[in-house]
């Protein structure tokens, strides 16, 4: 006998053990769709948003992003995607056609940006290169750089970001372990946005990865599953971590980042933003005079 939804008589397409409830296609559809709203809400500012744009890898986590803010925006907002290109064969050439395939059916305007054109060198080239600074430090750098760079050019007022509950719970507790607290008050999203700074909503940031993988599924999206291949495992360790804890202590997840919501305005007071300078190189907020996307340039010449 099939297991029924707790608000009808369905059958269940899913369990959600942190609050103990069956639910129904259509009912998990609409719980979902209301956590996302309700983060829209919570996240955004109050001026009216003329044009969104998102990053969009392909991923489950993105893709659904897209899909979501198109779904409650498209009728009063522009929609940008934006894709990264950083040179992966066999990885992120097909993840670019599930995009362009997604944008297509959305009529979303997709915008693709590549390392080869802004940093001069594939992430395939940058992997090959021996030094003390590793490849996700790159990636990472490379990426905020150019969806902040191509957010800009588009005039977005906001960046819709893909983050799940568990990569942003994995992301708490790491900057918490590693004592980075500079770093942990600097997750989106942002109360007060840095000049020169394109303002990051994450809508997806108090859902857990299971459940996005099933939306994406229950809507029909084409997505990608593949990992890429230069992923470190340091990431991995957490994400274990908090799993194991997640099934002891259903609701962990979603206790890190209310504790996390708890302590920020105290780090905030501790640590005010710093005052941002422009890079003399490519006009980018900066620490200092040059940005770490161009010192990383710099970098990659003098090996």
Do not use: W
Not at 64 to 84: D, F, G, N, R, S
Not at 85 to 91: N, S
Not at 254 to 278: D, G, N
């Amino acid at each position: 006998m099939p297991i029924r939804c707790s608000k009808c008589n369905k059958a269940a397409v899913t369990f959600i053990r942190y609050n103990g409830t069956h639910l129904c296609k259509d009912h998990f559809i609409e719980y979902f769709e209301r956590r996302v709203k309700r983060e829209f809400r919570k996240q955004k500012s109050k001026k009216r948003l003329n044009r969104i744009a998102v990053a969009l890898s392909g991923g489950k986590d993105s893709s659904v992003a897209l899909y979501v803010t198109h779904m409650i925006y498209h009728k009063t907002t522009e929609i940008h995607a934006i894709t990264v290109d950083e040179g992966i064969d066999g990885y992120r050439d097909k993840t670019i056609a599930i995009a362009r395939n997604l944008c297509k059916e959305l009529g979303v305007k997709h915008h693709i940006v590549s390392f080869r054109e802004h940093v001069g060198k594939t992430m395939d080239d940058i992997a090959k290169i021996e030094n003390e600074i590793g490849t996700c430090t790159y990636c990472g750098v490379f990426r905020r750089n150019c969806l902040n760079r191509k957010a800009k050019e588009l005039d977005a007022d906001v960046l819709v970001m893909g983050h799940n509950l568990d990569d942003y719970s994995q992301s708490i507790l790491m900057n918490f372990v590693n004592a980075d607290l500079e770093k942990l008050i600097r997750l989106g999203p942002h109360e007060r946005v840095q000049p020169g700074l394109i303002p990051r909503i994450l809508p997806l940031r108090m859902i857990p990865e299971k459940e996005v993988f099933l939306y994406a599924m229950l809507r029909g999206l084409e997505t990608s599953l593949d990992e890429c291949p230069y992923a470190l495992s340091n990431r991995k360790k957490f994400r274990d971590m908090i799993n194991e804890l997640e099934r002891d202590h259903p609701g962990t997840r979603h206790k890190i980042v209310q504790s996390y919501e708890q302590i920020k305005p105290l780090l905030s007071k501790h640590f005010p933003p710093a005052e941002l300078k422009t890079c003399k190189y490519c006009g980018e907020p900066a620490a200092s005079s040059i940005c770490k996307a161009c010192l990383l340039k710099e970098k990659l010449r003098s090996d």
